[in-house]
């Protein structure tokens, strides 16, 4: 096929970019929009060649669109009116004026892109943006699919729940086109849906996927929460965390030892994985500084038992609980290691002058990779 000219709005650190890669669709990135600072470094670090504009969505015109006569918009419009801890002001909140001026933009493009494919938070498929959306996109003629998935679909060991949008220009019903294929692109999800499978959106009502899993507080879980960490360990099907990690070589893991405050004040809150898991929770932009529900963190000394360190925590002092807690040498995740768990390749880098506090910020609000590739295909092909 020919090769398509991609709009990249909303770039952040180039995940979208990476999966059009991933997915091996013959294309070319026109242009990559964003106003993060921190994240166009890293975006122009990794694809200095890509045209990357600082600029605000709201202030193209709509010649500048024009000029660019591209086949396909990529995006991943601003989450936080949309999330569970947000105030979810939806379309009266600031941060989705851009979004909303995409919509108003598309139906007046000389050309309409032939493909689009949008990515966020669980939380949109209720929305009035999303409401906005498909009511723009059936206007002007586009059949789409939506789609919750999870990257444990596609075998890494990571939590994501995340909405998609794909949608093309045909004359074909591009959700009975692509429902039969979903299965095959994500074989392995035990979590987007009670089927074990991705949810599928129905294309005329919202709010019908399954509810994402929340994190879990460690010894004050239900059994039906160790239920259901067992069976994620034992889902042959997802990779192990190991697979995943740094050596000592490259990084010095001593830097990212939980501080003993930490381990004080938050120890019953951790969700702890070790290196023969399958699985983690989401990683959000508060890793690193934060602990309750922004990610799991790691065990590394596995000669000592968890159970053994937790059982009867509270009757120490806490001089005892903390050298009980510290034989654990429980570590957050480095930032190279949770690029690799949302899909990142080997070949992504953070340029040297970014701190560790910045990169989980921009990772946190990143996509992964690899699903995005899938659906990428599932759009095209």
Same mark, same amino acid.
């Given at each position: 096929?020919?090769?398509?000219?991609? &709009?990249?709005?909303?770039?952040?650190?180039?995940?979208?970019?990476?999966?059009?890669?991933?997915?091996?669709?013959?294309?070319?990135?026109?242009?990559?929009?964003?106003?993060?600072? /921190?994240? @166009?470094?890293?975006?122009?670090?990794?694809?200095?060649?890509?045209?990357?504009? @600082?600029? !605000?969505?709201?202030?193209? !015109?709509?010649?500048?669109?024009?000029?660019?006569?591209?086949?396909?918009?990529?995006?991943?419009?601003?989450?936080?009116?949309?999330?569970?801890?947000?105030?979810?002001?939806?379309?009266?909140?600031?941060?989705?004026? $851009?979004?909303?001026?995409?919509?108003?933009?598309?139906?007046?493009?000389?050309?309409?892109?032939?493909?689009?494919? +949008?990515?966020?938070?669980?939380?949109?498929?209720?929305?009035?943006?999303?409401?906005?959306?498909?009511?723009?996109?059936?206007?002007?003629?586009?059949?789409?699919? #939506?789609?919750?998935? $999870?990257? !444990?679909?596609?075998?890494?060991?990571?939590?994501?729940?995340?909405?998609?949008?794909?949608?093309?220009?045909?004359?074909?019903?591009?959700?009975?086109?692509?429902?039969?294929?979903?299965?095959?692109?994500?074989?392995? =999800?035990?979590?987007?849906?009670?089927?074990?499978?991705?949810?599928?959106?129905?294309? /005329?009502?919202?709010?019908?996927?399954?509810?994402?899993?929340?994190?879990? *507080?460690?010894?004050?879980?239900?059994?039906?929460?160790?239920?259901?960490?067992?069976?994620?360990?034992?889902?042959?099907?997802?990779?192990?965390?190991?697979?995943?990690?740094?050596?000592?070589? #490259?990084?010095?893991?001593?830097?990212? +030892?939980?501080?003993?405050?930490?381990?004080?004040?938050?120890?019953?809150?951790?969700?702890?994985?070790?290196? /023969?898991?399958?699985?983690?929770?989401?990683? !959000?932009?508060?890793?690193? %500084?934060?602990? #309750?529900?922004?990610?799991?963190?790691?065990?590394?000394?596995?000669?000592?038992?968890? #159970?053994?360190?937790? /059982?009867?925590?509270?009757?120490? =002092?806490?001089?005892?609980?903390?050298?009980?807690?510290?034989?654990?040498?429980? %570590?957050?995740?480095?930032?190279?290691?949770?690029?690799?768990?949302?899909?990142?390749?080997?070949?992504?880098?953070?340029?040297?002058?970014?701190?560790?506090?910045?990169?989980?910020?921009?990772?946190?609000?990143? &996509?992964?990779?690899?699903?995005?590739?899938?659906?990428?295909? *599932?759009?095209?092909?």
């Amino acid at each position: 096929m020919e090769t398509l000219r991609v &709009l990249e709005l909303y770039s952040g650190i180039g995940g979208m970019h990476y999966a059009l890669k991933e997915s091996g669709i013959p294309s070319q990135v026109v242009a990559s929009i964003d106003i993060n600072t /921190t994240a @166009n470094q890293i975006y122009r670090h990794n694809f200095p060649d890509t045209p990357l504009w @600082n600029k !605000t969505i709201e202030g193209i !015109t709509l010649d500048d669109f024009n000029k660019l006569s591209f086949d396909m918009i990529l995006m991943s419009p601003p989450c936080q009116p949309f999330t569970r801890l947000g105030r979810q002001g939806d379309i009266h909140d600031p941060r989705t004026k $851009s979004f909303l001026f995409i919509l108003d933009v598309l139906p007046r493009l000389c050309r309409l892109p032939r493909f689009i494919l +949008l990515e966020n938070v669980k939380g949109f498929e209720s929305s009035a943006a999303r409401d906005c959306l498909v009511k723009t996109l059936m206007e002007c003629g586009y059949t789409f699919q #939506e789609i919750m998935v $999870s990257p !444990t679909s596609v075998g890494i060991p990571n939590s994501r729940l995340r909405y998609y949008l794909i949608a093309k220009i045909t004359t074909e019903d591009l959700s009975a086109q692509t429902s039969s294929k979903i299965s095959d692109a994500f074989p392995h =999800s035990a979590e987007s849906g009670s089927s074990g499978q991705p949810t599928v959106l129905c294309p /005329t009502r919202t709010g019908t996927c399954q509810p994402e899993e929340g994190h879990v *507080l460690y010894k004050l879980e239900t059994a039906t929460d160790a239920q259901r960490k067992m069976n994620q360990n034992s889902n042959l099907s997802v990779r192990q965390i190991k697979d995943f990690l740094e050596t000592q070589i #490259e990084v010095n893991m001593e830097n990212y +030892l939980l501080p003993p405050k930490t381990l004080l004040r938050y120890a019953l809150l951790l969700d702890i994985v070790q290196p /023969t898991c399958r699985r983690s929770v989401c990683f !959000t932009k508060g890793y690193g %500084r934060y602990v #309750e529900g922004t990610g799991s963190v790691l065990q590394s000394c596995m000669e000592t038992e968890m #159970e053994s360190v937790f /059982t009867g925590l509270d009757q120490y =002092s806490e001089e005892e609980k903390l050298q009980r807690l510290l034989k654990l040498k429980l %570590r957050y995740f480095t930032p190279r290691e949770v690029a690799n768990l949302m899909g990142f390749p080997q070949s992504f880098s953070f340029p040297e002058q970014i701190p560790d506090k910045q990169q989980y910020r921009v990772l946190g609000n990143s &996509l992964n990779v690899v699903v995005v590739a899938r659906l990428l295909q *599932l759009l095209v092909y």
